[in-house]
């Protein structure tokens, strides 16, 4: 799975659903779905993990793949891309793909 662009977001809610207070989001330019235009970063800032309470703690019982939680920024993307890494050795791929240098 390429991770690039990775978005780093605060957490609105300072890790209270999240258990933590940075997101890092793979793909963040990536639409969030077929019938929405929003790409996943936008989902994030104004929907979801952001949105009301409600949703923070609906999108935090199941979280997508493509978004890890840190303490810091750089815990954050090294949770995403550690995990996508895993995923690529799992499928037998080449886990710095999609990674630049």
Not at 19 to 39: F, K, M, N, Q, Y
Not at 46 to 69: K, L, Q, R, S
């Amino acid at each position: 799975m390429s991770t690039f662009p990775i978005a780093i977001i605060e957490d609105r809610y300072g890790g209270t659903y999240s258990h933590g207070p940075w997101l890092a989001v793979a793909c963040a330019d990536t639409p969030i779905d077929g019938s929405r235009s929003e790409s996943r970063a936008q989902f994030i800032l104004n929907e979801g993990p952001n949105g009301g309470d409600t949703d923070a703690m609906t999108f935090w019982f199941a979280p997508p793949d493509w978004i890890a939680v840190g303490h810091t920024p750089d815990e954050a993307r090294a949770f995403l891309v550690a995990r996508s890494g895993a995923r690529l050795r799992e499928i037998g791929g080449d886990e710095s793909e999609g990674q630049k240098a």
